[in-house]
């Protein structure tokens, strides 16, 4: 499982035309799920994201976490985190299918839930339009 995690002061998601989530400061989280990831892949990596230490405490030193923060987390699902670049044409093979990587992303969103976190999510498989103000900006990658 592999995420990418970006300190955001506001983030939301669009689809066809209709604001279905947004965060106003935290976390978007974009999350791809491997063809061999499994449930204990999908806690770990909600352990992860929830206590990734990325706010700056009172010397400015990354040492806060989300939810000392107060922040919100917004999850989207992307299965292009796995793509195969080695030629022109991008292959995804490494990611898992809808009906294995649908209920993992959701398992992250509920662990995540789960730990007191207010979190937006998406809608698997859907063409959406994201929209973040980075803070920093702080991009983080996560695999697990």
Known sequence: MRAVVTRVLSASVTIDGEKVSEIDGGFLVLLGVHVDDTEQNAKRMADKICGLR?????????NINPMDAGA????VSQFTLYADCSKRRPGFTDAARPEISEPLYELVVSECRKRGFKVGTGRFGA???VE?????????NLDV
């Open 54 to 62: 990325i706010f700056e405490d009172e010397n400015g030193k990354m």
């Open 72 to 75: 919100e987390i917004l999850i």
């Open 127 to 129: 063409d959406m339009k």
């Open 132 to 140: 973040s103000v980075n803070d920093g900006p702080v991009t983080i």
